[in-house]
């Protein structure tokens, strides 16, 4: 293989190497560039020299300055560079782009079979829901799990999976604090999410903090039940483990299989229909980043996601701090003023909730990140963007609350992988695509995770954990759009029921994790 440097923009001053070896002190990259040093795959190469204080720019964008003479041809990693401080959100005005149409076609054409819900949503999976008011409860939400599994799903052929979603909120909190509403509705939503169909249910305990019944739906969609069956006015979907009519753990275990029998019927009746491009709601999202990130797996969901909002879908991205240093590129896209300033406002929430714990969002790099060449933050970030592709940014979506609009959203949260899924969860995606560099098995058992690589290496060594490598985009063997249009149709094929995802076949789930700023008692 020849030796490889990629250079993102004509401004660029540093180039990332492609060879899956790295390259060896001597070669020669981009005409005449000799390597000083050896450099690993993924990690960048000086094109000049620098001096003390010089701008380094990637992406035609600076992510750092020299803290000492570099030499034309050296290593530049996070040893050698400092970070730049953020952009002042209070001297980013909102200038409006004008955006170029980019996608011609017409794509009312393409379909998916999906679930189409009373309210309008369409599942991609038919799943028995049960969630919970207290963590108290998650020994026996495991136990009834696995025993619904076993004794009731496969009496029940249309139904895929029961999942218990199991938190450590409820109890011993501020119920009243300000930021106690973040965890509150994230668990409200995610039991409103499509692929449930309405047929959820609700374990408390009884004695709790959060009440079960804050956990319905405003519009009261939900009805609940008794221990026992009776349908009530309440209505029938929540059970307390301590009604004093049950006597003994098998009589609540009893209560509960009951209960789910009858969501379960329901659930049977749901059956795949033809449904529109503009009834997916899929969220974007990347961990385990590398440099080629933001050259090939990112820019691949970009164009993904362009073809979706163009045919009426819905795309969010997220991770607050992996958009913090680029949303000086992400205010002119938003779609008007009060939008833009949304945006600016969820990123000065979250300045203040990192300072308030002594960090920043420095803190996001992980030393794998740094292992695939990312040397910061601030090249990080400009590189995870780009997965919103390129259409106008219709709203912004706290942390906990659903979407309001069609269209590309920003939906404010943590970068932690677990946080940002559950939170995309509860904002209603019924389609989940996360991109990796240095590989990861994360999975939800809620919505299908399309797992994409950024690089060929690591698709080849986890043949059986990817299911779509966007690595041939480096070497130039095929074009992002190329690469965008086949993950377009890959979402299809697997939100139609069609394929299974890695993960889906494996049956390897990562447990969700509330984000919780509020203080315990």
């Not at 692929?195 to 009440?211: A, H, Q, T």
């Not at 060594?461 to 086949?486: N, S, Y």
């Amino acid at each position: 293989m020849q030796n490889i440097a990629i250079k993102t923009t004509p401004n660029d001053n540093v180039a990332i190497v492609a060879n899956p070896a790295g390259l060896k002190r001597g070669a020669i990259v981009l005409d005449g560039v000799v390597l000083e040093e050896d450099i690993p795959m993924g990690h960048k190469v000086a094109l000049k020299s620098f001096d003390e204080g010089d701008e380094v720019i990637r992406y035609g964008q600076i992510i750092g300055y020299a803290n000492r003479f570099i030499e034309k041809g050296s290593w530049i990693n996070e040893s050698n560079i400092s970070l730049p401080q953020p952009p002042k959100l209070e001297d980013i005005n909102y200038i409006q782009l004008s955006f170029e149409e980019k996608i011609e076609l017409e794509l009312e054409q393409y379909t998916f079979q999906g679930y189409r819900n009373p309210d309008g949503s369409v599942g991609t999976k038919n799943i028995l829901g049960i969630t919970t008011s207290v963590q108290c409860v998650a020994g026996i939400t495991n136990f009834i799990e696995n025993k619904i599994r076993k004794e009731l799903i496969p009496l029940y052929p249309n139904v895929d999976d029961v999942v218990a979603f199991n938190h450590s909120y409820g109890c011993g909190i501020a119920i009243d604090a300000p930021a106690a509403i973040i965890p509150i509705r994230t668990i409200k939503h995610i039991a409103q999410n499509p692929n449930f169909g309405g047929e959820i249910m609700i374990i408390g305990l009884g004695c709790e903090k959060l009440r079960p019944e804050r956990l319905l739906p405003d519009d009261d969609g939900l009805r609940l039940h008794s221990a026992h069956g009776t349908d009530t006015e309440r209505s029938r979907s929540i059970l307390y483990l301590q009604d004093e009519s049950f006597e003994g753990f098998y009589e609540m275990v009893d209560g509960i299989m009951e209960m789910a029998e009858k969501h379960l019927q329901k659930l049977n009746q749901r059956k795949r229909e033809i449904c529109s491009v503009a009834d997916l709601v899929v969220g974007m999202q990347c961990g385990g980043s590398d440099a080629f990130s933001g050259l090939t797996g990112n820019p691949v969901a970009g164009f993904a996601a362009d073809l979706i909002v163009k045919g009426g879908g819905t795309v969010f991205f997220s991770e607050v701090t992996e958009v913090r240093d680029a949303v000086h590129l992400l205010v002119p896209r938003c779609e008007n003023a009060e939008v833009a300033q949304k945006l600016k406002d969820e990123m000065a929430w979250y300045d203040n909730y990192l300072s308030q714990g002594q960090a920043d969002r420095s803190a996001n790099t992980t030393p794998g990140n740094k292992g695939g060449g990312l040397s910061n933050i601030v090249e990080k970030a400009l590189g995870s963007v780009v997965k919103s592709g390129t259409s106008t940014i219709v709203d912004v979506v706290s942390p906990g609350e659903k979407l309001r609009k069609k269209g590309l959203n920003f939906v404010a949260t943590p970068a932690s992988d677990f946080a940002c899924g559950t939170l995309q969860l509860a904002a209603g995606m019924n389609m989940h695509v996360f991109i990796t560099g240095r590989g990861t098995p994360y999975g939800l058992n809620m919505v299908p995770v399309i797992k994409v690589s950024s690089n060929s290496k690591l698709a080849n060594r986890w043949h059986d954990l990817i299911d779509f490598d966007a690595g041939p985009v480096a070497f130039g063997q095929k074009t992002i759009e190329e690469m965008g249009w086949e993950l377009f149709h890959l979402i299809l094929e697997i939100a139609s029921g069609n394929k299974k995802v890695a993960t889906d076949k494996l049956g390897l789930y990562n447990d969700l994790v509330l984000f919780n700023p509020g203080p315990l008692t």
